[in-house]
């Protein structure tokens, strides 16, 4: 189970990976039952991202995998193709992390949105990294 003091920790690291980069972000933390625990928009961060940030967080914790993963499954010619329909809508590009806690089972996902997406990956593999420390 993610707590507070972990998810907060996980969002300080994203915004300061995001300043560093000169990328305002929104950036979600879900636990493994894909609830909200903590979220931050960022002064300047787009506000239709904010359901992106949400939606790759989601789809990080709901496939235990990074979000860009599910698109392997479900393009054209892949085994599931629409699969990104399902659950009431996936985001299958990178930003979502699933979070790992000590014992090695997925404890929650954080999603960031509103960079490019190189942008988002990099500062939520930041934001992740928290999680370690």
Known sequence: MITNDQAHAIIAAGEAQARSMGVPVNIAVLDAATHLTAFSRMDGAVLGAIDVALGKARTAALFQAPSEAVWDYCKPGAPAPGLELSNGGLM????????????????????????????????????AAAISN
């Open 92 to 127: 299958t590009f990178p930003g979502g992390l699933p979070l790992i806690g000590a014992d090695g089972t997925m404890i929650g996902a954080v999603g960031v949105s509103g960079g490019a997406v190189p942008q988002d990956l990099a500062i939520a593999q930041a934001a």
